[in-house]
């Protein structure tokens, strides 16, 4: 069945650093892909997305972009900031209306 | 616009006890999403509604799990009785339509304990 699989964290970097969060997906023919973020206390927020191969999705300096040929979307940010400090969630849609959810990845950004 | 609401934002409960859940959605929206969160899990569907019928319910455990929707805006989800393992998070989405063009907004959830 379809299911999202993403990288284990915690993941702890320095002000300024670059971020890379992986996330793999299964899924038969073309799902859309999200990224979600959790700030602590707070609901779910979609981050960004994208709805077809090579789309790249984007918002407060993250990206990500869908990629077939390897079933990713790899979430990046060239900078990350304190305020990024969150539980980042990757998904998809396929078919029926039924989001599936990878497991989180808790990132801290210390200055 | 205001989110969406949930209410309590947490509770602590003995096993064998019951429980209920609330979420009021954003005004105009059409389907709404109950979701279990367990600790390092992601969330999972329980239940989905269009308007005040239910789209998809094949992950709530019936025997002990009940949601409604009756007039098409506010959700209850029920647990009778609770088990330790139902100790999560229970979040409440909404969104105009179904599908991936229609994106999911989250209310901040629900956080019950089962001791």
């Known amino acids: 069945g379809d299911s999202v699989t993403q990288m284990e964290g915690p993941v702890t970097l320095s002000e300024e650093a670059f971020l890379t969060i992986n996330c793999t997906y299964t899924a038969t023919g073309y799902p859309s892909l999200f990224w979600y973020v959790q700030y602590p206390g707070e609901g779910l927020q979609l981050l960004l997305k994208a709805t077809k191969a090579d789309d790249k999705g984007s918002n407060k300096g993250f990206e990500a972009t869908y990629r077939k040929e390897t079933t990713s979307f790899h979430l990046e940010k060239g900078s990350v900031q304190v305020s990024d400090s969150a539980v980042y969630f990757c998904?998809?849609?396929?078919?029926?209306?039924?989001?599936?959810f990878g497991t989180g990845t808790s990132l801290t950004v210390i200055p | 616009e205001a989110g969406v609401a949930q209410s309590p934002r947490y509770k602590i409960i003995e096993k064998r006890q019951s429980v209920a859940f609330w979420c009021n959605p954003i005004?105009?929206?059409?389907?709404l999403y109950w979701y279990q969160q367990i600790l390092g899990q992601g969330p999972k569907l329980l239940i989905q509604f269009q308007n005040n019928g239910v789209v998809d319910d094949s992950q709530l455990p019936k025997d002990r799990f009940s949601a409604e929707r009756l007039k098409g805006v506010d959700s209850t989800l029920k647990i009778q009785p609770a088990k330790l393992e139902d100790s999560a998070v229970y979040l409440c989405?909404?969104?105009?339509?179904?599908?991936?063009?229609?994106?999911?907004?989250f209310g901040a959830g629900t956080r019950l304990s089962v001791l």
């Open positions: 989405a909404s969104s105009l339509g179904s599908g991936a063009k229609n994106i999911q907004y």
């Open positions: 998904a998809l849609i396929h078919r029926g209306n039924q989001f599936y």
């Open positions: 005004s105009g929206h059409a389907t």
